[in-house]
């Protein structure tokens, strides 16, 4: 740390040559609680974070003076600067607790940009409400490094999670009421009319029309048949696969039966709720790349077959349109500040099982135009590497373009130690002492795991660098250790970082050691082509990055490959929806196994997002309250309006 | 309108004495659709808006260039100033088109502000997103009297209706959690352990032991059956009131079976969704007067009785401060304006059935400072003066302690011809040609609705002017006779109005009148006072106000006077849900029809909002889809950025 601090006092009273001031911390001891940090914190006006950042006013749609969306039409404007550094922040295969990438994305984002004067940007998640008030824990990062104001962080920020709901139950009752209505009006003459204005179609008619072959200028000019096959979708209700959402934990709405009221007799059936940031609207807005793309994606969303066995979309629906509508403020990513005054996107937050747990692709290219070549632009992925760091390449980057210039690999000594053999991590309880006493035994096991991660990570080209989030009960000999294994699995080095208790100056080691890596020459590659099998993708994953020495598909799974296939899904990307608590399917399973099988139950595809998630267990899509959930601490302070008990 | 032409010529170049300079109209004939004006409507930036009204940018959220939240310190800071004259706009009993109440809330303000050089505020209602996508027509007025933009007036404006959304729906989620939790821990000791957090008491839990008269610093001072008592709601299943919403038209929602998982199993229960605006917590934002008061107010909102009887609030559930928190940025007036450039407050959307059908007491206690002495704050009640009048007067002003000072009965001739014996009127049906042709028979035996609501008006002690808001097949005669007939009936006058053609040109004559009525001394007075029994207070509003003989209770809503009455609900106002389409509880019968009784069905209770609600027939919370719905015309133009078909 000593080392740290001298460099910081070093770099932190160079000017900025970008006009950027850093906010100064007063870091106490012992380090407060994250929402007393928090609203310790200065904000800078969000317009003054803008400028610095090189947008102008007209760029900005402000929501209040700490927040603002930023339009898209920057990226015309700097369409001819070069990008920025892009540096992916990753994590060995987490505890239960997780190991602080949050914190390690925006401690080194203050480090770059605070202390380093480095032009930066932090691009992360939006966090679902779910948690805020179900399990005590903000997603703002912690202590010294966080996003601020983090009560808007976790609350409504802009709405944009609020307009995915809006749309994902929009396109759900539309689903329920078209069967009703297909059912209800048995006459195709009659319904045909109902279905058009004064005989004239829609623009999602006609593209119907295209897809099915269909010629006409309005309905005068087609055959009974025709009206029929173009406005009866024949919906399978077996087959649906859209469910409604929320973005609460809202346990019993997991299964429910819908449509007993007595004017819905006879069109009842059984569906369920998924936490909002798990609809496949929400991968859409994370991997977007422009309105026009989203229209598109939005338009190619599958919620079911026909009785005939073709994929139903959204298009079919004729409500792709209306979607985009609800949609189309959101797109634009929101921009808010961290505690050392550093820019940062937090910007779409799909789930990363079931989807690929990236924030935005929008916010990271505007991010690397702003910070421009002389810029870093700081991302994370969901979950560890071996998932977020595969999606992070094979998905994100495969629709973004862009290329990672570094990746940051997140390891703590108490996660070692559990792959080492320690004993069970579980939230709440008190840790076991293997976990506050130097064990370099069961360290020097347990680096397996991150040894197989950094391994990954070259794979793809991607140069590593270890960041060590550190507690006060690690030992020197323990960092040593991590740092002296790290290198001999070929990461860059390896850093112990404080970036809780101290902000970026606990980052400067981390940040310089990201610079030197960042400057390497390029090597990235894909794991995968797309044009390849499905089953091919799915164990290219498996064997190279799981380290497993086979792929076992259930006959669902056989038969979903096969469908894909004939429908056309199959050269698409593979978004594997597993633990992210082991490399196997068994979230027991620790260190870096290898020779097990790893089984398939199931495939899904979200063909919107543009990804196939074959389910490697069973995955929960909607978390419920404990005994005594957070927001019984949560309240207002009305004498000084005041959030309390957030976190 | 020759006359209105020149008093318009004569005040337009006048310079305002507010700094306002409004917003001129290019009219066009024909008449564009709403859509089209709007989106041709020259926008002010908000916070010019702002300042012309007298705010300053510090009182403001900005949320885009054309939308703002309004602090409510404002009111402190102008707390010394008299407020403005407040003007109520209701109606005739409606067809189902309506009769354009909302065009001429916002038509007379623009007359007020941009014609008369008046300081004018318009205060109305956010619409529900439902119809918006569902049944084609804006809620933002029409023609060349709107607020706008109305694209974000109709769609998620500043997300208050989301958090009503979130908030409704984590307490349900929380009811339901609560249940199975009680049910699984059934160890009385370990249950109150997992309640609290060491032992230590949540403010919302020390409310609960004051309320049972329960003493202890901490869980260790309690006997057992104390804990007992505190921690265990014992919700009864079969007496929850509190519905989950969606802001959808989903009619397979309506009645529901949950919690059908294999996790839940044994804690299914059948229950359903409303649409948001329905929901108690819509009612509070409308009626609250400051967030202390919504903090008390959310949390006095009863969900259930427990097993023994008793009321169970959302404070026992320990969830009305996290409510608070979700709720505390939609307590803030959303700012927005006409396409005349006056100020408008857009601030909550109760329904006007089973809630009061009120625009916000905070908008309007802001809006009545801003403006000042001189001033004048035009506001809408929800449907015919018999429901929308009566809940505004016996209700809204009752808790704001407003009084008005003028009220606007807007008709037209095709109601007041339906009325008199006209063919029912159909939506989406062309008209009969009665109301397109000169029919004075039809229209004399039709005023008598008209003269019913005037009278009534008058006895709460209020001037009514009439607007006719005329259509082109209006005759002069008919137009002329009504102005006799409303005269005769006690109205100060009435006057032709053509808002929806010519804007606040088209309603100078009526804002004159207005600014007349509302200087004549006032003789205010609620319909009754709150100290008399429930069935006394629906008594008198079904006698008094819809011309009833008498009131006919089911056995359940007897039950319910008995119930409400011993838990000490009995002094609440009383929130008629009744149809707004007739004086009585058939929407069949129409004019002014006496002697009939009113039945009664059922009574329900909105502790937190402050009333009790008597169901005069079967009340629908959530609309469905129709065979077409809006959805499909809906779309964004991908090179303009605009929304297309919205309306």
Redesign the interface.
Known sequence: MKKSAKAKSKTRSRKSTTGFKPTKLKLLIPVPSDIAIAQAGKLKPILQVAQEAGLQERDL?????YKA?VHLDVLQRLAKRPNGKYIDVTAITPTPLGEGKTTTTCGLSQALGAHLGKRVFTCIRQPS?GPT?GIKGGAAGGGYSQIIPMEDFN??L??DI??I??AN??M???I??RM??ERT?TDDEK?AR????NGEF???QRARMAKLGIKGKTLADLSLEDKRRLFRLDIDPKSITWQRV???????????????????QG??R?T?YDITVASEIMAILALTTS??DM?ARLGRMVFATDTRGAALTAEDL?????L???M??AIMPNLMQTLEGTPAFVHAGPFANIAHGQSSILADQIALKLVGKEGYVVTESGFGADIGMEKFVDIKCRYSGLTPDAAVLVVTIRALKMHGGGPKVVAGRTLDKVYTEENLELLTKGAANMARHIQNAKKFGIPVVVAVNSFKYDTPAEIALVQKLAVEAGAEGAYNCTLWMHGGKGAIDLAKAVVAAASKPKHFKFLYPLDIPIKQKIETIAKEIYGAAGVDYSPEAEAKVELYTRLGFDKLPICMAKTHLSFTDKPDIKGAPSGFTLPIRDIRASIGAGFLYPLVGTMRTMP??S???A??????D?KT?K?K??F
Request: no cysteine; charged share 25%.
């Open positions: 749609e402000l929501y209040g003076p969306k409400q008030f609350l409504h802009t709405g609020h307009a709901t809006a139950n929009l759900a009752a539309a329920d009421a009703l209505h009006h319904f109902l279905m058009t204005r829609t623009d999602a929320v973005d609460i934990n809202d346990r019993h709405l997991r299964r429910i039966q819908i449509g007993l009221g007595d004017e819905e069109h009842d059984i369920g309105l026009a229209r004729g409500i792709a349109g209306a985009t509508v609800l189309k403020d419920g309250l005994t005594r959930p927001y019984m601490d949560i309240d207002l009305l309006g959030i008990g957030l």
